[in-house]
């Protein structure tokens, strides 16, 4: 029974629509999107389009200042990676990207200007100018991905390791990855660039450089 009941519970908590008030239940007859945007803003339970969204409002706004920095940069592909974001996240577009994503498409729509819209959304990690090249940005970005996962498992797995080639070094012994050592460096690089943006948290070589302080510490 207490099973039964505690199950109940949980489902109703994660059930948006047992938290709608009046004016929510009248948004949701227009879109259920909307609806559950209306009941994040009024309790803090954000619905994105099936789940609960875990991320503060602090933490979203956090990501898009990575989009916006990104933009400003040259790198418009960060506006669709941003609208993506905000589409996951269930939350309207704040204005900077209102304001740079309708100006971009403007660019695109308007007589005698851009011809695709690889030139209106572009970057230079993903190349469009050929389908091989942003094949092979696709491929290696996966490929770079499941690199900077192992090397950073081999760190957290041993608290000797001290230096970003050892670390490297390890990862591609346990697991062959069809690269040499030298473009695995250039994909983790890449990768651990990414990462630390987005979640403000040290690069490996800051990480190992804080770790060696600590072993000559001792």
């Known amino acids: 029974m207490e ?12 059930d948006p629509e047992s938290h709608f008030d009046a004016r929510e239940r009248e948004l949701f007859k227009l879109d259920e999107a909307w609806a559950k945007a209306a ?14 969204r875990a991320r503060s409002l602090v933490k979203v706004h956090d990501f ?6 990104r933009n400003e940069r040259g790198d418009t592909l960060s506006l669709l990676q941003a609208v993506a974001f905000f589409a996951e996240e269930n939350l309207p577009l704040p204005e900077w ?14 007589p005698g200007t ?15 100018d050929t389908p091989q090249k942003t094949a092979s940005a696709k491929q290696d970005w996966l490929l770079g991905g499941a690199i900077w996962v192992k090397v950073w498992d081999a760190v957290m797995e041993d608290e000797s390791i001290t230096t970003f080639d050892a670390a490297l070094t390890i990862a591609l012994k346990k697991e062959n990855f069809g690269v040499g050592k030298t473009k695995a460096r250039e994909l983790f690089l890449m990768h651990d660039k990414n990462q630390s943006e987005f979640i403000k948290c040290a690069t490996l070589s800051r990480y190992l450089e804080l770790r060696r302080k600590r072993v000559t510490s001792k």
């Open 3 to 14: 099973a039964d009941e505690a199950w109940q519970r949980f489902c109703k908590r994660h």
């Open 39 to 52: 009941l994040g803003f009024r309790t803090g339970f954000r619905f994105g389009h099936g789940n609960m």
């Open 64 to 69: 898009s200042q990575v989009y916006k920095r």
């Open 97 to 110: 990207l209102a304001t740079a994503f309708c100006d971009a498409l403007n660019t695109f729509t308007q």
């Open 114 to 128: 851009c011809t695709s819209l690889d030139q209106v959304f572009h970057s230079k990690t993903l190349p469009t």
